[in-house]
């Protein structure tokens, strides 16, 4: 059986940014676009699923007008070679709600919910890509042994385009900045 007969030719070619935005929404779900290259998600757990949609929740209440919580939608982090990242939850400026594609000056915090299966692409490639297409602040979210889920956050430098470790949340995350959150983690 050969590569073809599993998957469409179309996700064996690098892709351009002009090629992904003729694509219907169901060839883009499910997948990010890497260096231009095709990387399909499989589809979340619900387990994976709650913690990102509670977190958006909370983001989004605590965000007031000025900012959206949401989950599940492309950030265009480069044009060349195309880059387009999934992140579980984004928190973007609430006036670019209608400008596609989402870009990096939209969005304040992206956040990821680690599973079997992306450790090594959550803890260290995608803190290298949105460190460098200049996303302000990131945040993954582990689950710990205990059961409650862990909340490591990083800063961005701007200087250096790299994040600086910031707090661990276990139990209650409290952010008071840019906008004044407290979220109970043992209810997600």
Not at 89 to 113: F, N, Q, S
Not at 149 to 164: F, G, K, N
Request: proline share 6%.
């Amino acid at each position: 059986m050969t590569a073809e007969m599993v998957a469409p030719a179309w996700m064996h070619q690098q892709i351009t940014a002009e090629e992904y935005e003729s694509w219907s929404e169901e060839q883009c779900a499910g997948i990010e676009i890497v260096d231009g290259m095709v990387v399909v998600s499989p589809s979340a757990s619900k387990r994976h699923n709650r913690p990102a949609r509670l977190l958006a929740n909370a983001l989004d209440a605590a965000a007031g007008p000025d900012w959206n919580a949401d989950t599940d939608f492309d950030v265009r982090l480069q044009d060349v070679p195309l880059t387009n990242r999934r992140p579980d939850v984004i928190v973007y400026r609430a006036d670019t709600i209608d400008i596609t594609p989402t870009r990096p000056e939209h969005v304040l915090l992206v956040a990821e919910v680690v599973s079997p299966g992306s450790e090594t692409t959550d803890r260290i490639v995608k803190v290298d890509q949105y460190a460098k297409a200049g996303i302000g602040f990131y945040w993954r979210i582990e689950q710990a042994a205990t059961g409650t889920p862990l909340v490591y956050t990083y800063l961005l430098d701007p200087a250096t385009r790299t994040y600086r470790e910031g707090d661990v949340f276990a139990g209650v995350l409290k952010i008071t900045a840019p906008f004044a959150v407290e979220i109970d983690l043992d209810q997600i």
